[in-house]
Nanobody
Framework: VQLQASGGGLVQAGGSLRLSCAAS????????LGWFRQAPGKEREFVAA????????SYADSVKGRFTISRDNAKNTVYLQMDSLKAEDTAVYYC???????????????WGQGTLVTVSS
């Protein structure tokens, strides 16, 4: 499975960005897609995940109510809509895939390359 993330950039605090991640290769139905992030000098942390059907999602407490994860299985793409961005959201965002299971912060089976999000205060 290859994961290609895009949509990062520079935004002012309070603004919005939408990240996209396209999956290719051996994509299996039933997979869970998600996002993690890594801020400078910090460990990588879970952000959000979504089930194959889209009916189940999981979010880190720090982004609940501000970020929304969604997916389009016809396009093998997962999205992360980020609203009310804060300076502390600045990080490299990585998309990730698990072949099975439920949306959670558990380590995925595959990682994509990161896309940098910078929020200026």
């Amino acid at each position: 499975v290859q994961l290609q993330a895009s949509g990062g950039g520079l935004v002012q605090a309070g603004g919005s960005l939408r990240l996209s991640c396209a999956a290719s290769g051996r994509t299996f139905s039933g997979n869970v897609l998600g996002w993690f992030r890594q801020a400078p000098g910090k460990e990588r942390e879970f952000v959000a995940a979504i089930s194959w059907s889209g009916s189940s999602t999981s979010y880190a407490d720090s982004v609940k109510g501000r970020f929304t994860i969604s997916r389009d299985n016809a396009k093998n793409t997962v999205y992360l809509q980020m609203d009310s961005l804060k300076a502390e959201d600045t990080a490299v965002y990585y998309c990730a895939a698990k072949l099975r299971g439920s949306p959670s912060s558990n380590a995925p089976d595959y990682w994509g390359q990161g896309t940098l999000v910078t929020v200026s205060s």
